[in-house]
């Protein structure tokens, strides 16, 4: 149990997570001047690095295991990159926080430094992402998309020593790692089509904590939560999981309306469909889940 001017926060022990966990707590501690611990948790999607994701399981691979420790009381909140939480928490718990979101691009790192559409035919590209593998093959269906899995320095290496010819990571992840020199191209979320939620993260606490959602609280983005709420509402209408190729990304037009674009395919890349519909900003987060469970819907047929 933690004492009443300290926090103990759940992460993953990533370099990546801690990170990104560590930047979070450091705001935190500035702005409530509460002292954060950390409670380091190994997770399926962890422990599991010889297989793809979408063939380990179901979304919250990444997730379960720290959702336990909160559930246990073993920590007070956790720091998720949302794109991993699945569309229904355990019970008990809540995300009490949505901090202003990273870049949500994906990007391209290749070894001889070229961009997607220079790279030889033939040239492995490595991946942990399905969508990644069925959006990138309908632009070069003459390169050799491969599974990618490891931390961010493993998968870079693997491009260093050859294994692959290239791989394709989220740009949010490498500017956190204070990495952004090794990118070779970023690639366009039109027809790169981001994760749900990529870039945002998502503080987690128990529901019977008001204290601690308060202090949370105080870091919540409402406008990144509204656009992650519009994304994941075409995840929680398709009932997605690792297994299917969904992404979804939503957007602040200029005339200030909502752009979602999202995407589905089967879990051999065929029948890619993609749909892109707009609207006047939502003025909450359920108006927004709405919005994208309507375009989720049109994605099902």
């Known amino acids: 149990m933690t004492g009443s001017g300290s926090l103990v926060m759940a992460t993953r022990r990533s370099q990546l997570a801690l990170a990104q966990s560590r930047a979070f707590a450091a705001e935190l501690a500035t702005r409530s001047g509460v002292k954060i ?4 948790v190994v997770t399926t999607g962890d422990r599991v690095q010889d297989r793809p994701l979408s063939e380990v399981g179901g979304k919250g691979l990444f997730v379960k295991e720290i959702e336990e420790a909160l559930i246990e009381h ?4 956790a720091v998720h990159s949302i794109k991993d939480v699945p569309a229904q928490l355990a019970p008990g718990l809540r995300i009490a926080c949505i901090p202003r979101r990273a870049d949500p691009r994906d990007v391209l790192v290749s070894s001889a430094g070229l961009p997607l559409r220079e790279l030889p035919a033939g040239s492995k ?4 992402s399905l969508r990644r593998a069925v959006l990138l093959r309908r632009l070069r269906p003459d390169l050799d998309f491969v599974p990618l899995r490891g931390n961010v320095d493993t998968r870079l290496r693997k ?3 050859g294994q692959v010819q290239a791989a394709v990571l989220a740009k949010a992840g490498l500017d956190r790692l204070g990495l952004s020199d090794v ?12 994760a749900v939620g990529q870039g945002a993260l ?20 409402p406008a990144t939560a509204i656009a992650v709420a519009a994304e994941r509402g075409v995840l929680i209408q398709l009932e997605g999981n690792c297994k299917l190729p969904i992404a979804a990304h939503a957007v602040r ?7 979602l674009r999202a995407m589905l395919a089967r879990a051999d890349g065929t029948e890619l469909r993609i749909e892109q ?25």
């Open 159 to 161: 491009v260093r020593e």
């Open 74 to 77: 073993r920590a007070d909140f």
């Open 183 to 194: 990118v070779t191209e970023i690639l366009d979320p039109v027809s790169c089509v981001p």
């Open 277 to 301: 519909r707009e609207r006047a900003w939502p003025g909450d987060e359920r108006e927004a889940e709405e919005f994208g469970r309507g375009v989720g819907g049109l994605l099902r047929g």
């Open 253 to 259: 037009a200029e005339d200030g309306r909502m752009v």
């Open 37 to 40: 611990t950390e409670l380091h």
């Open 202 to 221: 998502g503080i987690e606490c128990r529901d019977d904590d008001p204290r601690t959602a308060s202090l949370l609280g105080e870091l919540h983005d």
């Open 125 to 128: 590209v490595g991946t942990s």
